[in-house]
Structures are given as C-alpha cells and as structure tokens.
C-alpha cells in the first residue's frame, strides 16, 4: 500500500541555519503530495503541496519539489527562524487508489534555538 | 470561532467507559476524517466519510466506532475506553470534490483523551 517515510528528528538548528527534511514515499498511482505543520497545541494545518512531477510547492520560506525519479518531497527553508519550530509532517494522497485517503509520515519535530 | 471544532478538547476517564468526541464544521464540505496521533507514530487514519450515507474504516478502526449525523457533524466514538487508546484525536475535512484529484485537508485543533 501507499505509504510515507520521512527523518526522524529531533532536529535541532540555531537560527538562520539551513533546513531540510527528507521525504520519500511509495504509490500505486500519481499522488498529489504535502507538507503539514503543527504548532505546539495546534491541528495541523497545510504548508505547501505539489500535485504532479517536478511542481515546487512554496510558502513563507519553506518550498519541496515533487521528485518522481526519486519518490521524493524534501522540505527546505534557506534561514529559520525561532517560530518555524514546531512538527513537520509529510503526506500524500493518492487520487488513483480509490480512496481518497490522505498518508501521513510520522513527523518530524524541528526546534530552532535563538 | 473555528471551521472545524473538536468536543471536548481534553477528557480523563476510565478503563470501560464509552466515550464520545464530537466534530462539527462549517466548511461545507462532504468529507470528513478521524485521526489518532501517537509519539513516534504519526497520525493515523481511524474512520472517513464521503457524505452522510457513506462511511468507511481506515487503518486502525478497531474499537471505534462513528456517526455521521449530518453533513457538518461527524463524531468518533469508543465503545469501551482502553488504555492504548490514550491519545490525540484530530477530525479533519476536505475540499475535495466530486471530479477532482487533489485537495487539502482542515483540521480541528485536536481532542486529548486519556484513559486510565
């Protein structure tokens, strides 16, 4: 079945550092692919998503580009800041399946120290 | 007030006990989810409903159950509270429509059940 692998953090950076989570994942079909964030005692709420080969997701810093050859979705920000920590969770959903159902990765907790 | 809204947001309660956690909406849209998050194991998926007549399990629906009473409210219940389903519960939608192959999903702010 469909499924998402994504690193296991803790990931610590100091402000300003680089940041990239990986993501790999398997489909039966073409799925559409995201990154959640969720903010300490907050639901999840959508970062970016690319729908089809080689579409780069962006927004506020973050951006992934959606790599068939390697079934990748690596999320990237140049410089983070302390507010950008939080739990990152990298999904699909796979259109094709029939289901419609949304897989999730087991998240990734970044903390980002001043 | 938010679009997806969890009841309660915290409940302690025991080994046996049924428990109800409610979800009402205001997005207007058909689809609707139940998630549990565990530490380490993401969020995984319990039940779904496409619209009000159509309901179907997810990955873990064991020892659960749920309601679709109508279009805006979904509501997951545990029929005989366990320890290993202490737990985060999150209900989400969808904007996904009839025709279309991608959406994003909406996502309460989470009910934290604990069962002792």
């Known amino acids: 079945g469909d499924s998402v692998t994504q690193m296991e953090g803790p990931v610590t950076l100091s402000e300003e550092a680089f940041l990239t989570i990986n993501c790999t994942y398997t489909?039966?079909?073409?799925?559409?692919l995201f990154w959640y964030v969720q903010y300490p005692g907050e639901g999840l709420q959508l970062l970016l998503k690319a729908t089809k080969a080689d579409d780069k997701g962006s927004n506020k810093g973050f951006e992934a580009t959606y790599r068939k050859e390697t079934t990748s979705f690596h999320l990237e920000k140049g410089s983070v800041q302390v507010s950008d920590s939080a739990v990152y969770f990298c999904?699909?959903?796979?259109?094709?399946?029939?289901?419609?159902?949304?897989?999730f990765g087991t998240g990734t907790r970044l903390k980002v120290l001043a | 007030d938010a679009d997806v809204t969890q009841t309660p947001r915290n409940r302690i309660t025991k080994t046996g006990k049924r428990i109800m956690l409610e979800c009402s909406q205001t997005?207007?849209?058909?689809?609707m989810y139940w998630y549990r998050q565990d530490p380490g194991l993401g969020l995984r998926l319990i039940y779904y409903?496409?619209?009000?007549?159509?309901?179907n399990k997810g990955e873990i629906s064991d020892g659960y159950s749920v309601s679709r009473q109508a279009q805006a409210k979904f509501s997951l219940s545990l029929e005989s509270a366990i320890p290993n389903q202490t737990a985060l519960y999150f209900c989400?939608?969808?904007?996904?429509?009839?025709?279309?192959?991608?959406?994003?999903?909406?996502f309460g702010e989470g009910s934290r059940l604990t069962v002792l």
């Open positions: 989400a939608t969808s904007d996904l429509g009839v025709g279309q192959t991608t959406g994003e999903l909406f």
């Open positions: 489909a039966t079909g073409y799925p559409s």
């Open positions: 997005k207007g849209h058909d689809r």
């Open positions: 409903s496409f619209d009000v007549k159509d309901i």
């Open positions: 999904a699909l959903s796979d259109p094709l399946s029939g289901t419609y159902k949304y897989i």
